[in-house]
């Protein structure tokens, strides 16, 4: 199983460029979250989704937008890059809440997004 | 939002010394998880706690979990260099935020052989 895919890996964008990064889980999973890293702050939520066709702001979601068409993919956008976005994205999902074994977070490899 | 403060932010030893980490909150979790991360790599799962004063052991890894459910502490016995890694503390609230893990701001620990 890949578990958590996402693309691209690396990314260099200009100021106001528009982009959008696609997460893609093969494990059936309902919840699926969309973080980012920055040195010294760990992982900030951006958006997360609780199922198909759902979306919810997390700690960190000015400049950012998601969908979550099909139960599989969570995409995140940026419609205008601006630096302060610069950072590694992680996408992770997990089964759900209150079921045995299913609170864990399985996390992709990352996206290394630069903004100039 | 629920604040995880993780101490110390740095962290680097002799391989076969003992640490200590520590994930410190004002406010209570319903369990709480440590995940390690390896550069380019996302982060890992090592253990969930969930009641007050549990301890969990992982090898030569410790894993305590607060009498209050506030805070944390992960303590490696005799750490060795593939130790070296982020370590994440992350919080699940209880009731209706429990969709939601707050992650800790993370110890960088280096292990020199």
């Known amino acids: 199983n890949a578990g958590v895919t996402q693309t691209p890996k690396f990314r260099v964008l200009k100021t106001g460029q528009s982009m959008t990064l696609l997460c893609a889980q093969d494990m059936n999973h309902e919840y699926m979250y969309w973080y980012r890293q920055d040195p010294g702050m760990g992982l900030r939520l951006i958006h997360y989704s609780v199922g198909e066709g759902t979306t919810a702001k997390g700690e960190v979601p000015d400049g950012y937008n998601v969908s979550r068409l099909k139960k599989q993919n969570f995409l995140l956008g940026l419609e205008s890059a601006a630096p302060s976005q610069t950072s590694v994205y992680f996408c992770?999902?997990?089964?759900?809440?209150?079921?045995?074994?299913?609170?864990?977070?399985?996390f992709g490899a990352g996206s290394r997004l630069t903004v100039l | 939002t629920q604040l995880l403060e993780q101490s110390p932010q740095f962290l680097s030893i002799q391989e076969g010394e003992n640490l200590t980490v520590y994930c410190n909150s004002s406010?209570?979790?319903?369990?709480l998880q440590w995940y390690r991360q390896e550069p380019g790599e996302g982060p890992v799962l090592l253990v969930t706690?969930?009641?007050?004063?549990e301890v969990k052991k992982l090898k030569r890894l410790t894993f305590q979990f607060g009498d209050a459910r506030k805070d944390s502490s992960l303590h490696i016995t005799a750490a060795q260099p593939g130790d070296t890694g982020l370590y994440l503390c992350?919080?699940?609230?209880?009731?209706?935020?429990?969709?939601?893990?707050?992650f800790g701001t993370g110890t960088r620990l280096t292990i020199i052989p």
């Open positions: 406010s209570v979790f319903s369990s």
């Open positions: 992350a919080g699940e609230e209880g009731g209706t935020g429990n969709e939601k893990l707050t």
């Open positions: 992770a999902s997990r089964a759900g809440i209150g079921i045995s074994g299913a609170n864990v977070l399985t």
């Open positions: 706690v969930v009641t007050g004063g």
